[in-house]
């Protein structure tokens, strides 16, 4: 699965093209908005990836695949990420129709495209291919504590919920690393970061036994080749849907040090209102808590998302945050990424000795 | 998947029967000996199930299919569970063998034998069927909290590792609590409980998103017709490989009580040496932790698991445990499983006023 440099994207987001809910497309349009020609979502039409978003510039959005056409796509983005992963009904027939019209599909879906005969069929059809991002590797194993001998730094995204930027505060930070002239690796573990960096494994379609051995055999890899391991947070802890694959996760990887990822508007899980978000200090003692009896390792920096704030609501929150648990605080995305930068870095050199 | 009451098992452990290592036959010995004609094990040939286990009377140990066939079986057990649930490669063929002769195959294992060309071939030849017992629902989706409005009494067994007792001692406490004339159901999450029970989600093999949401189900299910249900659980909130399922069952059945589970004698975890199990009364303080945010619960009971010490050393053990911890302690397949019994109920009764 390695994307080509020519690959560009119509992206498929009907009817949920928006910063929450089309998470997969919303990564590809940040960190390669030259690979996207066009959205599809047809409640949106004649607005742009930038005034949907906040940025993404003049991508349209549009309400079909023909008139997508009509820009050069080579390939279909499935670029909404549904709770539960399965394939909604009235998409199948656009995804069947781009394969047969010669366009690759990257789905990021729980439900394989690739085993659906009707699409299997469409793809020989129009001699295109599927990329399934969430397929796992075929010999996956158990954990077996092996990333203790791992010479980088191992820092793990955790946050208060899903999707309030635990992989995109890890982009910003590997671009950020890289420029200092760190040696900085990104290991994706969801399918918008496999789609941003080209490799990875979706931890959260893996065996569920084989969880912690997914996350083990990720480290390592990006390890071979850094100073710096960056790991894409998933989940929550206190997660009611997801926190099995949190655990897995922090559990599998060893971080040596996390940075914690919130959005100070959230005051519960979403959809889950009954779950309330505990205050950033008590997060912080409770990531401490669990990783404990395994690996001890700290909170070192809170990173902010605050795209439904005011720039003065932002500042006051990260004034807040850092007022909070003593941490440098900051919203890597928005803002100057720098503090949670020197917090990692100093982090590493101390480590590193 | 529903067992017949004329099945007749010959349980396959070739080179690993034994108290720790044939988990799946073991289960099946202790709870239905009946149904167990012989274990096939070529490494104690002329043993017997009692004289290695403990239990299980004179159900004979044979070092091949051929000597099991003459005592009648109607099916074969795959008996171990190894790590990663791989099938070893020389098992196979015995498998096949079975197949071909006409008996069912009941297995545990991740590899589904039901996918496997050559089994499903020989299984078309001896028009006998396969039947994988960890091989989840078709229709899982991710858990959304359903589970808080069951009026039964939750509690699951959780513990300080792997394979100490959280499957046995819930079907020990489900019987005694039967007995007390108690509407309660076992909600097996395992292939061995899933054997014993007849019914189950073996929650370590679903897709990892998925595992709140099959715990979710089970509890639902099993909920239906009782006013306690007993959860089996899995794994250890501190095993660094199989912790993502612990949490994810924890965090998705939500008990109302948890009965920890402990093996006196193991200090660290199986085969992780490096993890070292914390004492009793800090295990029940991190279970009540990380329930908290989700739903508060307490340990009300510890379930020791003591096959490996004298009867004295085991009392001593119950008593430490006692002392320790200030809840009713002791080993409830050993020993009259009463005080566990009784902080069930006493919990129950105050729960439902």
Known sequence: MQMEPSTRFVALAEGAFGPITSKTAN????????????????????????????????????????????????????????TGGQLPAPWRETIAEALRRGLDVWSGLHYFL????????????????????????????????????????????????????????????????????????????????????GWGIAVDAVIADFISGASERLVLQAAANADIVLVEGQGSIIHPSYSGVTYGLLHGSLPHAMVLCHQPSRKSINKQEWVKIPPLSELIEMHEYVVRPLRPAKVIAIALNTFDLSDEEARAAIAAAEAETGLPATDVVRYDPTPVVDAILDFHRERAG
Chains 1, 2 share one sequence.
């Open 27 to 82: 990564g590809c349009i940040r960190y390669s908005p030259e690979r996207v020609v066009a959205i599809l979502d047809s409640t949106r039409v004649g607005q742009t990836a930038q005034s949907v978003l906040g940025f993404g510039g003049e991508i349209p959005v549009l309400a079909t695949l023909d008139e997508a056409m009509a820009l050069g796509p080579t390939a279909l983005l499935v670029g909404v990420a549904p």
């Open 114 to 197: 690739g085993d659906d005969p009707v699409l299997m069929e469409a793809a020989a059809e129009g001699e295109a291919r599927i990329f399934d991002l969430r397929r796992p590797p075929k010999d996956l194993g158990v954990a077996a504590g092996r990333v203790r001998d791992v010479a980088a730094s191992v820092v793990l995204t955790v946050g208060s919920d899903c999707n309030i930027g635990k992989m995109t505060s890890q982009v910003q930070l590997r671009d950020a690393l890289r420029e200092r002239g760190e040696r900085v690796a990104f290991a994706a573990t969801g399918q918008t970061g496999i789609l941003v960096e």
